[in-house]
């Protein structure tokens, strides 16, 4: 079974707007996290933002914020005001288990989003 | 700034051939990663390290090996380049275990004919 669900292979957004992407994710530990990562074109994945099983505040970097709803088990981003240089290839991912415990990242598939002017 | 390198950005092999992938980081992290990126799959570990010679299997170890000899550089090695291996390769390090977050390099779109 997926650990990890993107179910928006693609989405369009004007300039300005915000935009959701989805994530769901499935696991039976307690202890987890969930990162968002952004792929341009040009390949190198970068770090957004990341939101730990326990912390009962939303993660919130810049313009990207992390939508939790842990019953839900959902990590959906929320970009405020695109912008053209958004646009790119994003990977929702999780570390399952306690952070002492493993580094390991299992990843979605991504969404390729598109903002458009 | 943190600043993983690969060694290249395309590389195109015949079947059967050896190759190595070299990543280097140059911000004393203790934790390396090698994926590899498929369309519609997603970024799937096929090997990671928390230290020099060490190294721990990921999702799919199968036809891959890996070096680590120094603490920056992380090589992953096809032993007999196949067809099937044909992906984008991805290095990322982290700082130490428990340091949850990951930094990529650029990627290594590899080809094997």
């Known amino acids: 079974a997926q650990k990890i669900t993107q179910t928006q292979p693609g989405m369009f957004v004007q300039e300005k707007e915000a935009v959701t992407l989805d994530c769901t994710y499935d696991t039976s530990d307690q202890s987890y996290g969930l990162f968002w990562y952004k792929q341009p074109s040009s390949g190198e994945m970068i770090f957004l933002i990341y939101q730990g099983s326990y912390d009962e505040q939303n993660a919130t970097e810049g313009r990207y914020s992390l939508n939790f709803q842990k019953a839900r088990k959902s990590a959906n981003l929320v970009i405020s005001a695109s912008q053209l240089g958004d646009s790119a290839m994003y990977f929702c991912a999780m570390r399952e288990g306690p952070f002492y415990n493993t580094d390991k990242l299992i990843f979605g598939t991504g969404t390729r989003l598109q903002v458009f002017p | 700034d943190v600043k993983v390198t690969q060694s290249s950005r395309y590389l195109v092999k015949r079947t059967g051939e050896k190759v190595f992938l070299e990543c280097v980081q140059d911000?004393?992290?203790?934790?390396m990663f090698w994926y590899r990126q498929d369309p519609g799959l997603g970024l799937r570990l096929i090997y990671f390290s928390y230290d020099v010679k060490m190294k721990e299997k990921g999702d799919i170890p199968e036809g891959y090996s890996v070096s680590r000899e120094k603490k920056e550089r992380f090589s992953l090695i096809l032993e007999s380049a196949s067809t099937n291996q044909t992906s984008m390769y991805l290095c990322a390090s982290s700082l130490a275990r428990g340091y949850v977050t990951q930094y990529f390099g650029p990627g290594t779109r590899l080809t094997v004919l």
């Open positions: 911000m004393d992290h203790e934790n």
